[in-house]
């Protein structure tokens, strides 16, 4: 009995000695995976989130939805405009068709109805101009996939039109 006991006991021992050791061995392992993978990983600046504000939707006859949207004026400089053009593109992908005009200024974006109306003064067009500085346009029908950008405005002359 006493043997049993020995032999059981030494066992025990045994396998909990092996348990220390092999989480010993596989924590060094894990921290030496971690460095390596550390060294492997090229250092990137993160990815600004890009966000906008829906002031207006409607439904697109054949599949999908017009918007006009608002973002903040300091997103527009090159490099936020093109990734606010992956975001539209992102969040329009299972629409057929998109059409979504971005502005600066919520005054300017409301002004839109009287643009379809053509009741705006030469100072509400100039000011609606100056605050409309993009479009992104999806047609399914023909293919069509680009964001239009307007650096100093929709009548300016400093803009940009990135295909998809």
Same mark, same amino acid.
């Given at each position: 009995?006493?043997?049993?006991?020995?032999?059981?006991?030494?066992?025990?021992?045994?396998?909990?000695?092996?348990?220390?050791?092999?989480?010993?061995?596989?924590?060094?392992?894990?921290?030496?995976?971690?460095?390596?993978?550390?060294?492997?990983?090229?250092?990137?600046?993160?990815?600004?989130?890009?966000?906008?504000?829906?002031?207006?939707?409607?439904?697109?006859?054949?599949?999908?939805?017009?918007?006009?949207?608002?973002?903040?004026?300091?997103?527009?400089?090159?490099?936020?405009?093109?990734?606010?053009?992956?975001?539209?593109?992102?969040?329009?992908?299972?629409?057929?068709?998109?059409?979504?005009?971005?502005?600066?200024?919520?005054?300017?974006?409301?002004?839109?109805?009287?643009?379809?109306?053509?009741?705006?003064?030469?100072?509400?067009?100039?000011?609606?101009?100056?605050?409309?500085?993009?479009?992104?346009?999806?047609? *399914?029908? @023909? !293919?069509? #996939?680009?964001?239009? &950008?307007? %650096?100093? *405005?929709? @009548? !300016?002359? #400093?803009?940009?039109? &990135?295909? %998809?």
């Amino acid at each position: 009995m006493k043997k049993v006991l020995l032999i059981i006991g030494g066992g025990f021992l045994l396998i909990v000695i092996l348990g220390m050791i092999g989480k010993g061995s596989s924590t060094d392992q894990k921290s030496t995976q971690s460095v390596v993978q550390q060294k492997v990983q090229p250092t990137s600046t993160p990815v600004k989130v890009i966000s906008y504000e829906v002031l207006q939707q409607w439904d697109i006859n054949n599949g999908g939805k017009g918007k006009i949207i608002l973002i903040p004026a300091d997103y527009l400089n090159e490099a936020d405009m093109t990734t606010l053009g992956q975001k539209l593109k992102s969040d329009t992908k299972n629409d057929k068709n998109a059409f979504i005009m971005v502005f600066t200024d919520k005054k300017a974006a409301v002004l839109r109805d009287k643009v379809i109306g053509d009741t705006m003064t030469k100072d509400e067009e100039k000011f609606y101009d100056t605050h409309y500085v993009g479009q992104y346009t999806k047609n *399914g029908n @023909s !293919g069509l #996939n680009a964001f239009a &950008i307007y %650096y100093d *405005g929709v @009548s !300016g002359s #400093n803009n940009k039109t &990135i295909n %998809y």
